[in-house]
């Protein structure tokens, strides 16, 4: 349904209706204009030509150095998405099975789909705080499992999993042999610290998958990143070799200034999403719905019982605002999903029309 | 060994060597300013979020418009290669076989065997004027086979297909519901006319690969595309949609940028390089090489008999001059690939350079 409802919105701008876009999660804000100014400069250097498919070596360097890894560890890829898939792509060849809890962004369901591997999915409930079930994590485990898919913080709940929760995954995977693959791309911008599969692993057993797009308001440049052990470092980039090739250099020019001042930059970023996420609370409470505090950009994921998100989704559309239902996470009909990537006044608005809509 | 060249003259470089680099088809001149500066204007004009995965419609609509399809046959992609691979991983799936005539661009094997299909490689002579034997083509086709691929004009040989041969190729395939997948990146830039697939066949039941890489020195941005049935090109942006997601839109500006000034920016292009290939072919003729007349830039493909061109590539690179040997292309060990890829100066110097070398 997300893509219906998206389409359905850009349909009815295109009749000249207002909609307050609240259905996906890319940011209203502009790219910071150093950033901007940085790739502009570096495509009138020439850094317009091929380059090497592991990414430029001062990027992966900067990223190694706030990793706390080598850069032999890390690959530049367009968007994390892409990361993800290669990931994927190389380590289930010939099938096997992939564990994600859900609520989930469905790209992982899909890629394992189209790569013939089965998905198995873990449900957790608004009502356990969105936590892990250690012992059914445990359960589905079998000698095809290939790997654990973490999102952390969580697309799209907001929430950032306990340390206790994710000591014992990373301990159940360890004694299991199985591979996490832990997508952190709102971990830098949490409001709350994000502990990162890498802090448990400093041989990089586990993969981190993250990105600029989130960080950085650079959704629609594609730039991310991988950080793994070298072999499979080396094979995505043997990927990359005959698929993408490389990133723009510019693009990397562009996203090396992005981490120079990525304290700066990710600081406003944070306290106007927190902000933003405080108003969202407030209303969405007094509207009598369910749901976890955000401890991350950029999502609300309420539910009300006995709720039909899918109807509902569709109905406040045509009141000109468009949001998730919950079923495009998983089995979560009675939730909806609020992206906050609009300016406060418009949320307001919206929110107000929300609280209307369920009456 | 292309790459194993490459890694060594970088590495030459950095110990402070000058290298002329004829090895990649990566041209010496800058990105056309005026594309630059689209992609400038694009970017501080906020076109740096996500968009759709069949990329811009106002792209694809020139794109069409230039090619004689609908716009609906047109997928954006980030780089023609990506095209070449998603078009491959869609119509290799469970495995059946690729033909593809030889000397080739070695992508096609690896992303053939990294997908877990065969390639059958048709071998063409420069004693034949590089024509593919029809005969043998059709005695190559059997139940599994799923594509033939062309590329045409061709990497390293710069030979575009006489007429008479594609057409024949074209009645094989039609005839035996094999679909052909022709790489016509070098088309745009080719001296004489080259025919593309696209000519054939108006419901696009064969498939055009092209990018701007060549035809607009954009080789970094990494942007291309795909002409096919509605069908595939569905399909294509649903793999877009779990992989790269978009081409960014700025670069999809400039390269419509580019589309609008092709005429100019082309013939500027034509010209040079066949300045190039005539100053090549005279050298190299008296330094007693075979080679056809390069149809388009950037490649010549000489011949010496006897050569051992792999030992001769090492040894030539010592000297200070970068070409590819012929083994890079398939069995063609005599061969070794020109490209022109520098200021005339420097060419002429490495000329000099591999007729003293050859002795």
Known sequence: MLYEINEKALKLESEGRKIIRLNLGDPDMATPPEIVEAAYAAMKAGKTKYSSSYGEKKLREK??????????????????????????????????????PTPYWTAYELIAKTLGAQTKLLRT??????????????????????????NNPNNPTSKVMDEETLDGIVEIATKRGVTILSDEVYGAIAFT???????????????????????????????????????????????????????????????????????????????????????????????????????????????????????????????????APGTSFGDYREHFRISLTAPREEIKVALDKISEALG
């Not at 560890?73 to 994600?100: Q, Y």
């Not at 586990?206 to 991310?224: E, P, Q, V």
């Not at 709720?307 to 045509?318: A, G, I, N, Q, Y």
């Open 125 to 150: 409930e608004l009502e356990d705080d969105w936590k892990v079930d250690l012992d059914k994590l445990e359960g589905m485990i079998d000698k095809d499992t290939r790997m654990i898919i973490l």
């Open 193 to 323: 610290k994000t502990k990162s599969i890498l802090e448990y692993d400093g041989d990089c057993k586990h993969i981190l998958s993250n990105g600029f797009s989130k960080t950085f308001t650079m959704t629609g440049w594609r730039i991310g990143y991988i950080i793994a052990n070298k072999l499979l470092v080396d094979n995505i980039t043997k990927l990359n070799q005959i698929t993408v090739n490389n990133v723009p250099v510019f693009i990397q020019e562009a996203a090396l200034k992005g981490l120079e001042l990525r304290e700066k930059i990710s600081s406003a970023i944070k306290l106007e999403y927190e902000e933003r996420a405080k108003m969202a609370s407030k209303t969405l409470a007094k509207a009598g719905l369910s749901f976890s505090q955000p401890d991350a950009p950029f999502y609300v994921f309420p539910k009300r019982p006995g709720l039909d998100s899918e109807k509902f989704t569709l109905d406040l559309l045509d009141k000109g605002v468009a949001v």
């Open 63 to 100: 990223i190694a150095e706030i990793h706390g890894v080598k850069a032999e560890n890390v690959v530049i890829t367009p968007g994390s998405k892409w990361g993800v898939f290669a990931t994927m792509f190389l380590m289930l060849k010939g099938g096997g099975n992939v564990i994600v």
